[in-house]
């Protein structure tokens, strides 16, 4: 059974960074692809990084120059280091698991298996 738990969530003041990871179990996410996706509130949940299994990343233009997607192999886990947040950063974060693309890798719809969130609040 595939499961997947965000970690590192928490409250931070505009301009500072925080660290997200991703605890995955029962899948080889090496071979796959993986993405982070946040939701804000009132507003549909969007992509905002990713990673494919040649190890090629994506991210969302709002994320560009401050977000950094990354993986242990050996440790099965995911990261996204944000730096630089800004209050528009506020959200729940979510990561997800997938065999392969067809549309794009920010497309929710692309994913398999996804965890339950960790939230990300950044202050004015």
């Known amino acids: 059974q595939v499961q997947l738990q965000e970690s590192g969530g928490g409250s931070v003041q505009a301009g500072g960074s925080l660290r997200l990871s991703c605890a995955i179990s029962?899948?080889?996410?090496?071979?796959?692809?993986m993405g982070w996706f946040r939701q804000a509130p009132g507003k549909e949940r969007e992509g905002v990084a990713a990673?494919?299994?040649?190890?090629?990343?994506t991210y969302a233009d709002s994320v560009k120059g401050r977000f950094t997607i990354s993986q242990d192999n050996a440790k099965n886990i995911l990261y996204l280091q944000m730096d630089k947040l800004k209050p528009e950063d506020t959200a729940m974060y979510y990561c997800?698991?997938?065999?392969?693309?067809?549309?794009?890798?920010?497309?929710?719809?692309?994913?398999?298996?996804w965890g339950q969130g960790t939230q990300v609040t950044v202050s004015s």
């Open positions: 990673i494919d299994n040649d190890y090629s990343t």
């Open positions: 029962g899948y080889t996410f090496s071979s796959y692809i």
């Open positions: 997800a698991a997938g065999f392969g693309y067809e549309r794009g890798l920010l497309i929710q719809d692309e994913y398999n298996y």
